[in-house]
């Protein structure tokens, strides 16, 4: 059985100071049940990475380029993010295909570069406002599913996150019926596609995850985690967060 993963997103997030977080989460949880990653922003990466060494608390890349190295400026790789320590990489979060107009097909080819580099991919998807209110989220799931989850995905390599656009960071979130239709029929479609093992990928839910509605969320089938963005950034809630994940 996979762990169950507590994913914090710190985004354009954190200094020095904030270390102190990771700090303070690590002491909280020497033996968790269940798998707690922190991405911080590529500033932080090996510093954080230091401070989690020893501790049960893993790091990770918020996105990577395509390629290993080369003439990108402003870019980092994921062979980088292994280098300073990381261990995962979200590819596809919602605001890199908003605000850097990110295809599907350039999705999947980061999280092979991932898989390259030895790192495991977690795969963001999710429908906006309007494409819920027209009906289409299940259609807009698959098709980010079909075209950014590449073909050879193992239940190590990688994870998938149900995140909609319009939930992230707005303190608006699904019924837990929408939560629970969407992550049985993401199941079904890694399961058509990858078999028996799908049973096994990890499904996160992510947008306005909160101490106060974890403990539902984590109530739904086929939710075995959660990617944090905002309450992530404090040891004090995201703490909250895993220890109801690890009561699930
Ligand atoms: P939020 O962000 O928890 O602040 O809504 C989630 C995310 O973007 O991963």
């Not at 990381?86 to 599907?104: K, L």
């Amino acid at each position: 059985m996979m762990r169950r993963l507590a994913a914090g997103n710190w985004k354009m997030n954190g200094t020095a100071e904030s270390l102190g977080e990771a700090q303070a989460l690590a002491s909280d949880f020497p033996s968790p049940d269940c798998e707690i990653l922190i991405c911080p922003p590529a500033t932080l990466l090996s510093r954080m990475a230091g401070t989690a060494a020893g501790t049960a608390i893993a790091v990770g890349g918020q996105d990577c380029h395509v390629n290993p190295s080369g003439a990108h400026t402003g870019d980092i790789s994921a062979k980088m993010i292994a280098d300073a320590g990381g261990t995962y990489v979200i590819v596809g979060h919602s605001e890199r295909r908003s605000d850097h107009g990110e295809s599907n097909a350039e999705i999947r080819a980061k999280a092979m570069a991932t898989w390259s580099a030895g790192l495991a991919a977690i795969v963001c998807v999710g429908e906006t406002q309007q494409e819920r209110e027209d009906g289409r989220t299940i259609e807009v799931v698959r098709g980010q599913l079909e075209e950014s989850v590449p073909d050879g995905a193992t239940r190590q390599s990688t994870v998938v996150a149900y995140e909609p656009v319009w939930a992230i960071g707005t303190g608006k979130v699904p019924t837990l019926a929408e939560i629970a239709e969407v992550h049985a029929d993401i199941r079904k479609e890694l399961t058509a596609r990858f078999g028996a093992e799908a049973q096994e990928f990890r499904l996160l839910y992510g947008g306005s995850v909160k101490p106060s509605n974890a403990q539902e969320i984590f109530g739904v089938p086929n939710v075995d985690g959660a990617l944090v963005g905002g309450a992530s950034l404090k040891a004090d809630d995201f703490g909250m967060i895993v220890a109801e994940l690890e009561r699930a």
